[in-house]
């Protein structure tokens, strides 16, 4: 494949890409990350950069999206005035420290390790989306002390390792401790703030074996374009759609969706 077919070919195939993952960030409130990710790791690896370090181009390039779109997406709700700020200000530190780790061990890791850590983790966001109940509780406030000391680096931490904002696990984790889900989606855009700008900074310092065009680092600015431009346009679609259906039954759909994408990546670190 030349030059140009190998462009023209992954451009087509992440403007579409990007467009799904911003209909359904728009309709069900999900990041784009848990999409691109798998997204990403099936493209780069059938047009030829397969490498035991695929996962962390992945990682990184889906990270780079999440700077641009969770801005965008916390700005518009701190209009609103739907961000918990206070819940922001106490577990930023913590979150960021957690996220520049990840990126530490991401880095030490090969792809296989990574897929598998993906899998897990992407199976239990798929689960909790699948059969979770808005009503289940853990506590009736945001904890403090050490429990938010612990939680707060584990959730950057773990977010890193998906390649993924704040909200497959920020959300979950605030409703739990009764915010209003609203606040908390708010909330969560601006925790993938704090999760990608350091992690991004650190994998564009990863020397990447096999890389394609464009690519700085452990990030592909080429699909971090295409994919930015597409979620921007398609994520109102999504949204517009949403106030027309019921997005309950669509959120568990897709977290069966998810749960066997996570499979399949399990299935692959598995066999090689």
Partial sequence: MDDMMLLATMAGVLLALGAFA?????????????VLVPGFFYVFGALGFDSPQLM?????????TIIVTSLRSAAAHHKRGAVDRDILKGWAVGIALGASVGVAVAAYLRSEALQAIFGILAALVGL?????KSGWRLGQQ????????????????LSVLMGIGGGSFG????TLFNVPI?????TAAGFGVIIAVPSVIGFMLVDLEVAPPFTLGAVNFLAFGLIVAMTLITAPWGAALAHRLDAGPL???FGVFLILVALNMLRKALVG
């Fill in 22 to 34: 911003g209909v359904l960030a728009g309709l069900l409130g999900v990041g784009g990350g848990i």
């Fill in 56 to 64: 962390q181009l992945c990682l990184g390039t889906s990270l780079a």
């Fill in 128 to 132: 909790y989306m699948a059969f979770g």
């Fill in 142 to 157: 945001m904890p403090g002390g050490v429990m938010r000391a612990v939680l707060s680096p584990v959730l950057g931490f």
């Fill in 171 to 174: 959300v979950p984790t605030m």
């Fill in 182 to 186: 609203h606040r908390a989606v708010a």
């Fill in 251 to 253: 959120k568990r759909v």
